[in-house]
């Protein structure tokens, strides 16, 4: 079932395990200004019950991803959608709509970034949490309420029994989010997608958030990519990263040694750039020069090379491939063994 | 200057600019269409003091709804205070109106959260950066355009783009816009209002850069309004910590980030992720349980002892904590750190956890 070309799959997961393999993935927008190639032949693997971060700016294609694996890219009508996503042994970009709505919701479910627009507000709590498990689980309204009201117990909504025929207007920001994550996790998914799920949130609210993330994966043993711009919230929480640039993965490994010694000099440049609490203060920051690339008009060699301090004229010639550089980890960069010996740091 | 005594004056040798004095901001909410009945009122600033020095950048932090953004406002008199007082060089802002209080705005302005939003999309650049100057009648046509492109070229933006329109621009050059338009009419201080949440990471960087350059071109003030606290640790020399519309912790930005003393300072420095494995897994988070009140009916007593893991039945959910200077520069508003038991605490022997595990204990 598994597609033949795996081998640069930006993991080494252990084979046997692997839950999701994403081969090639490209989505193009069309638009008026050209094709937007928003997602640019990404393949990863995600193993089961794996903490994946998923990092990037905006407009990198992290949540394209992500709406391509559960299925939302074939929804809009200007998208062309190529390569394979494989769950489970089903393709998911072939397979027939309605055998994607019953693995959408219950294998795979996914929290969005703004629990202020995405829960309906004209819907109670009870018909929001209730749908996923009549639906899926085919549980009588009785149990579903049961159920429902134990998983928001679960995601620590107090009295939880008095509230679930409240609406979601009676809730705040973080109380929102953790109904979304109830809901999310009411089917116990293989598969969690959790887009930007902090981002909205304020700090106190953010770190009960990602805790609660954790242990309920642990629990519910579900694996969950976690999408974000921001690395901190990765670095404590995941297992792997995986780090995107105008549509495409620039680097993937595990969190630690990624963290410790990136192996492209986009992941130097994000981490350079935002202050850090446990280190002491610097007069001016490290800036990553210049903007992100135009989508619609990518340049012909490596998208970073123009902000790259590290380019030669081979990167402004041709992209580089994502490789293997060390145990499990990748880099698309043609320095990266210069990297990964740590020529470069007097240079960064 | 003011005779009046007030808390939280400065310690680092400089002289005030700006003198917040017991400044409160409430919202009314009002019931009814004709004839509006006030029910009820939201206290987003509910009695704040501190003071902020000639040529220094305070931070000022706390969580959405915490009245931050409201207070930046206030001081430029964009909403008007409830009560209180809000001091510009010894004078009193809150009761001025008209021309004069337009002749004191020449000196404060302000840098808003969205760049999007905070530009007129009908507007060019040369006439959004120009308006200020044409407002307060500084200079010739011919001057103003000069002037125009001089700021385009200090905040970086190539000058002969200055016929453009926003929309042509990227979220950070826009904030550069912003920048420009705020520094057009040579003010002393400027107010700072969450200037880098709106961009991208690799962006931020580089506003935050110009930001600090500028300050030291022109010698200004700043008040920095945000939520990160990384960030504010970096651009600040001092940093006032606010909760539901008061200040609780102002100090020194070293002595606050390394002895935070308010337990609310301290589980907001223990829940900002370090984008660092090594170092998360090192770290014992504080985690808060619960949401931030309401400022509708904010809680009795001390507005943080609902959700204080070291809060005392009969002490702090009766009486307000004042703030107080626990040691010199370090001011706190919480009674288990200004009370007279909790000597080992002020001296940094302690911090509230201990006392909070110590008191589940017991």
Redesign the interface.
Known sequence: MLPGVAIDSASMSVDGNTLLRLTELTVDFASQEGTVHAVNRVSFDVAAGELVGLVGESGCGKSVTANAIIGLTGMVPNAAVSGAIDFLGKDLLTLPEPELRAIRGRDISMIFQDPVTSLNPVLSIERLMTEGLEVHLGLSHGDAVKRSIELLGEVGIPKAANRIKDYPHQFSGGMRQRVMIAIALSCNPKLLLADEPTTALDVTIQAQILRLLKSLSREHEAAVIVITHDLGVVAGMCQRILVMYAGRIVESGPAKPLFARPHHPYTIGLLKSVPRLNEPRADSLQTIMGLPPDLAHLPPGCAFAPRCFLATDECWAAGPELEPTDEGRMSACFHRDQLRAGETEAVA | MSGATVDATGTLGGDTLVRVEDLRVHFPITSGIVFQRKIGAVHAVDGLTFDVLRGETLGLVG??GCGKSTTGRAILQLIRPTTGRVLYEGGDLAHLKGTRLREQRKRMQMIFQDPYASLNSRMTIGDIIGEPLLVHRMGSAKERKAKVRELLETVGINPNTLNRYPHEF?G?QRQRVGIARALAVEPNFIVCDEPISAL???????I??LL?QLQRDFGLTYLFIA?D???V??ISDRVAVMYLGRVVELAE?AIL?ENPMHPYTQ???????????????L?R?V???G??PSPVEPPSGCHFHTRCPAAQDGLCDVQDPPLLEVRPGHWAACHLITGADYPHIRAGEDDLAVVAEGGAAA
């Open positions: 969580e959405s990227s950070g991208d990471v690799s962006i931020r960087a580089q935050i850069n600090q939520h606290l990384s960030v640790r970096h930005n980030y589980a907001l420095l223990s829940a900002v992720p370090i984008p660092d494995p090594a170092a998360e897994e770290r988070p985690v808060l349980t949401d931030v």
